[in-house]
């Protein structure tokens, strides 16, 4: 199986910035697409961010210029630091993965369990 597990949440005031993280980890023989997905009370989960394996990114344009996504394949691991940040900001923020699990085998989409952003005004 395949475990991602986010870090790197918390709180920040206004104009602040946080970098998050995502490593992956358990049965990989290689990740494909990658993305960072955030869900606030009461709204449905949306794309923040999303990389391909060979670093192609497309961004919400809620966050354009103020977001990086980024990977390091040999760790296995994405980030996503995230520059002046404003209380619309604040969500669960989750990572997913399409990870293949062996050569012969087709790709599945995995989740993280998510990591809390809060953004004070």
């Known amino acids: 199986q395949v475990q991602l597990v986010e870090s790197g949440g918390g709180l920040v005031q206004a104009g602040g910035s946080l970098r998050l993280s995502c490593a992956a980890s358990?049965?990989?023989?290689?990740?494909?697409?990658m993305g960072w997905h955030r869900q606030a009370p009461g709204k449905q989960r949306e794309l923040v961010a999303g990389?391909?394996?060979?670093?192609?990114?497309n961004y919400a344009d809620s966050v354009k210029g103020r977001f990086t996504i980024s990977r390091d394949n040999a760790k296995n691991t994405m980030y996503l630091q995230m520059n002046s940040l404003n209380p619309e900001d604040t969500a669960v923020y989750f990572c997913n993965a399409e990870v293949q699990t062996a050569r012969w085998y087709g790709r599945n989409n995995y989740w993280g369990q998510g990591t809390q952003v809060t953004v004070s005004s």
């Open positions: 358990g049965s990989i023989f290689r990740i494909h697409g």
């Open positions: 990389i391909t394996s060979g670093g192609s990114t």
